[in-house]
């Protein structure tokens, strides 16, 4: 009786092992955004990479956190879709943003009153849930 203890408590803390070290090694890369809709309901649709390179499988269970646009808040994140990665590898993850109108505007604004055309610098600031782990997600891309 006293082996099958020890040998489910080793399964246990083998599982624990590998679900902390996937947590530690996940990355998440912003890979596109994209604008649809009008002025009246404009949508910002996000793709998120998120590469898994250990040898299990993952469920990214929800990624939150905001989208900024040179240093002002244009979009909430929040999506709690359940989503499987699988071993070694990355996987696209779309994700639908709400707008924030005066973020969009200032921003848009912004851009209109420079005299050179600067790209747009994209943040996202959250954080994901892989199988019960919440990490920090900071990531950018210059459009």
Do not use: H
């Amino acid at each position: 009786m006293r082996n099958f203890i020890y040998i489910g408590g080793a399964i246990v803390a083998l599982y624990l092992l590998g679900r902390a070290r996937l947590a530690k090694n996940v990355k998440v890369i912003f890979r596109g955004l994209s604008f649809s809709g009008g002025l009246v309901r404009p949508s910002i649709s996000l793709r998120f990479g998120i590469q898994n390179p250990t040898e299990q499988t993952a469920e990214i269970r929800s990624i939150v956190g905001t989208v900024e646009a040179n240093g002002r808040t244009v979009a909430d994140v929040n999506t709690f879709v359940a989503v499987k990665l699988g071993p070694n590898s990355e996987t696209i993850i779309p994700v639908k943003a709400d707008p924030a109108a005066l973020g969009i505007a200032s921003t848009v604004w912004q851009y209109l009153q420079s005299s050179q055309r600067e790209k747009l610098n994209v943040k996202f600031s959250g954080t994901v849930n892989v199988d019960g782990v919440n990490f920090p997600i900071n990531t950018s891309a210059i459009i």
